[in-house]
């Protein structure tokens, strides 16, 4: 058994910036041809610029992975170019903090759209091409504050409660057709999405048991992991990657 993913093709949705990018590079290195899907064109391409100059292969799309036909003409280029595509990393997302008084239900409702119907959509579009492989690994970036609660996000706990039941349901489904379903609910990850948000990020990493913000390195190991030939009995599981926030199961 090898950890080699030589010959396999990776989606990862927002790797344009923070953790995603953090995946496709690891998952570079473990020889993978990566699409970077994102909506931010530059990201993307500072991605791709990335995994190149360490030697690996990727393609840079633009692309909202909350739209249907969007993510559709995103996987028809990304099979034209570097074939079916059988590894899925639902990274994609956005984290608002509002508190639940004052939140809209377009806020709501955006949240949940990016949040869960996109990698809804997304693994819709894609699962064809791992049935007919008769493999596949879908990795769906949840959320530590599903598990714990987080103060003023409401929407964004209930759409990574979502994704934690789709990535479930998909691996009780799917489970006999050589497909997994597994999640990553990060801790605090430092990112551009992590230094946005209103919270004094230093003091909170030094509050943790493991007393440091997390890398997006720490993500990427367990996602290389899910990825693998070697994980093939894990599946419908959470890897805590969360420097000890939440020690409880998923
Ligand atoms: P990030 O630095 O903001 O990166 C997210 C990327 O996704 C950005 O490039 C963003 O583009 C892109 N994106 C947003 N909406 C999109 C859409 N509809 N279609 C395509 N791309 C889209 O965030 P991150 O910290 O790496 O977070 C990655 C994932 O981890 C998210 O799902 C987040 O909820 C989860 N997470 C992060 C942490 C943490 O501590 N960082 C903790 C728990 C969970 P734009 O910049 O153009 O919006």
Redesign the pocket.
């Known amino acids: 058994m090898t950890r080699s993913l030589d010959g396999k093709v990776a989606v990862i ?10 995946i496709a590079l690891r998952l570079a290195e473990d020889r993978a041809a990566i699409a970077v ?4 064109p530059d ?2 391409a500072e991605t791709v610029r990335m995994v190149e100059d360490a030697g690996g292969k990727a393609i840079a799309i633009t ?5 249907r036909a ?1 993510i559709r003409a995103a996987a028809d280029a990304t099979r034209s170019t570097l074939g079916p595509i059988t590894i899925l990393v ?6 608002p903090f509002t508190p639940f008084a004052d939140i809209e239900e377009e806020e709501f409702d955006r949240v949940i ?3 869960l119907k ?1 990698p809804w959509l997304v693994t819709k579009e894609i699962v064809p091409d791992m049935l007919a492989a008769g493999w596949g690994r879908i990795i769906n ?5 599903t598990q714990s609660g987080s103060f003023a996000q409401s929407h ?1 706990v209930a759409s ?1 409660g979502g994704l934690l039941g789709l990535t479930k349901a998909l691996a009780l489904e799917l489970g006999k057709t050589g497909i997994t379903a597994n999640m990553i ?10 230094r ?2 209103p919270i004094d990020a230093e003091a909170y990493g030094a509050s943790l048991p493991v007393d440091r ?2 890398k ?1 390195a720490d ?1 990427a190991a367990a996602a290389a992991f899910l990825a693998s030939d070697e994980a093939g009995y894990m599946t419908g599981q959470t890897i805590s990657t ?1 420097g000890g926030r939440y020690m409880g199961s998923a």
Request: charged residues 10%.
């Open positions: 949705t927002g790797a344009g910036s923070g953790i995603g990018r953090g899907w994102d909506l931010n990201g993307a692309v909202d992975c909350s739209d969007a639902n990274n994609a997302g956005i984290a759209r990016v949040n996109g970036i949840t959320s530590s504050s964004y990574k609910p990060p801790g605090s990850i430092d990112t551009p999405m992590l946005g948000a913000l997390g997006v993500i969360n």
